[in-house]
């Protein structure tokens, strides 16, 4: 439980826990009457609680943001045939980071990513605002036959394209397999 003492405190983050042989993934959220963790269902709940907050907004001295949204597929361990894949998008152009923008993209991002073929069971989304951006993933895994793949799906926001420009030069540094997408969100 140290990990969760360091999110703060209205912050959910999904928590890969190794138990009963098994990795199992949690959902802790902190609550802000107390700093005590309150281990979640799975699902979100579906409207937020009092003690429940979204992304914080972001102060941006433009009336937009930058995003870039990055897809990967990996086999962690097993033995059939399964190359590391994904796709990476180019930088867009959203709304201003008060309304939240990569919050907003996810669910077309991973209908987008469904439709190029990467159809996977993903957990809820977490996001949260770090210094001047905001970050939302959403990861997923399939375990058969002594086989393990993970998948992540992120979207990045930020108020400078600079900012977005090199965060995307740095996933492609990181995940060099990644294929280049022109996707952006609709009427974004």
């Not at 003690?51 to 102060?59: E, F, H, I, L, Y």
């Not at 998948?151 to 926001?157: D, H, I, L, P």
Request: proline content about 7%; aromatic content about 10%.
């Amino acid at each position: 439980m140290s990990i969760a003492r360091r999110i703060r405190p209205g912050f959910t983050a999904q928590l890969k826990v190794w138990r009963y042989r098994a990795n199992v993934y949690m959902l802790v959220e902190i609550s802000e009457s107390s700093d005590t963790a309150q281990l979640a269902a799975s699902q979100p709940p579906a409207t937020p609680t009092p003690n429940t907050r979204t992304a914080a907004p972001m102060n941006s001295a433009t009336n937009i943001s930058f995003c870039v949204a990055q897809f990967d597929a990996r086999q962690i361990q097993g033995l059939s045939d399964y190359p590391s894949r994904g796709l990476i998008t180019n930088v867009w152009q959203g709304p201003a980071l008060s309304g939240t923008p990569a919050r907003l993209a996810m669910p077309e991002f991973q209908a987008f990513t469904r439709s190029q073929g990467y159809d996977a069971t993903m957990r809820p989304v977490f996001c949260q605002p770090i210094g001047t951006s905001e970050h939302c993933q959403q990861t997923g895994s399939e375990d058969f036959l002594l086989t393990l793949r993970t998948y992540s799906a992120v979207v990045n926001c930020t108020d400078t394209l600079q900012g977005a420009e090199a965060l995307r030069a740095e996933l492609l540094k990181q995940f060099p397999y990644l294929q280049g997408s022109t996707w952006r969100p609709v009427g974004r």
